[in-house]
């Protein structure tokens, strides 16, 4: 029994010691972001017309795309949970794809495609891409929708399909067993689905650079001025728009943990 008792204790401190490391990481990364800050620079980026227009564009584009992901997310997500797909592996695989290649080598994809006859057809008939605004939505829903596909599968796959089965039994139709029973359950996981879209597609840089381009006052995203003002090494400004992304971060990531698990804020 004694020995038990060490092994557990061993074990125990172990894994918190492992925790408790890789906790202090992140403390130092923040510290020194705090150390280097210069209060003066932050709060006249604050001020800063750029900075309002980046901030602007960021909320704004983030908003449309989580909306998208959540819109074309839901159904996706439904399909691949419940139905019957020929070859569900090979679709499963093709659907990570954009949430594993890396964000500047879709991004390359993206400016080849729309440089193609279909993509050269879409942009003289709905609306320009490449270098415009309209690329940043693009190029961020492009990995954030495949995520938010692969989030409600996941969600819907633990939601019970019995309960659907009970419904239909009762006199539901398919679509009214799927309106009135399931999404109501995974409506947690959807709140937190839109929150995660929303915080990948506000820092999404790789590809957003890569289609949308980095004109100042156009294209010019949070993520985007960090990039120029390092490029024009304007060091103490990057940092204090680093400071103003991590705040935003910190508070979604916050809100996200509060939607979901509501005595987190006491634990």
Do not use: C
Not at 55 to 81: C, D, K, Q
Not at 153 to 163: E, H, L, N, Q, W
Not at 250 to 259: G, P
């Amino acid at each position: 029994m004694g020995r038990k008792k060490i092994a557990a204790k061993a074990f125990t401190m172990a894994f918190s010691g492992l925790l408790t490391m890789v906790l202090m990481y992140i403390l130092l990364l923040l510290f020194s972001q705090v150390s280097y800050l210069n209060k003066e620079v932050l709060l006249s980026s604050l001020k800063d017309r750029e900075v309002h227009f980046a901030l602007a564009l960021s909320l704004e584009s983030a908003l449309v795309v989580a909306a998208l992901a959540l819109l074309i997310g839901i159904p996706a997500g439904y399909a691949l949970s419940r139905f019957t797909v020929p070859a569900k592996a090979v679709i499963d695989t093709i659907m990570d794809l954009p949430v594993v290649i890396s964000p500047v080598a879709l991004g390359a994809m993206l400016l080849i495609f729309f440089n193609t006859a279909p993509g050269l057809f879409f942009q003289e008939h709905f609306f320009p891409v490449v270098f415009n605004v309209t690329g940043i939505i693009v190029a961020q829903a492009t990995i954030v929708i495949f995520l938010a596909i692969r989030l409600m599968k996941s969600i819907f796959d633990a939601i019970d399909p019995a309960y659907e089965m009970a419904a239909r039994v009762l006199g539901e139709s398919r679509a009214g067993a799927f309106w009135r029973v399931t999404l109501p359950m995974a409506r947690p996981g959807i709140m937190a689905t839109f929150i995660l879209s929303w915080a990948r597609a506000l820092g999404e840089f790789g590809a957003t650079v890569t289609l949308a381009g980095a004109t100042k006052m156009k294209t010019e995203t949070l993520p985007i001025a960090i990039y120029l003002n390092l490029s024009a090494v304007k060091i103490e400004k990057a940092v204090a728009l680093v400071s103003i992304i991590v705040l935003m971060a910190f508070l979604i990531l916050l809100a996200l943990r509060l939607l979901t698990d509501k005595g987190a804020l006491y634990q």
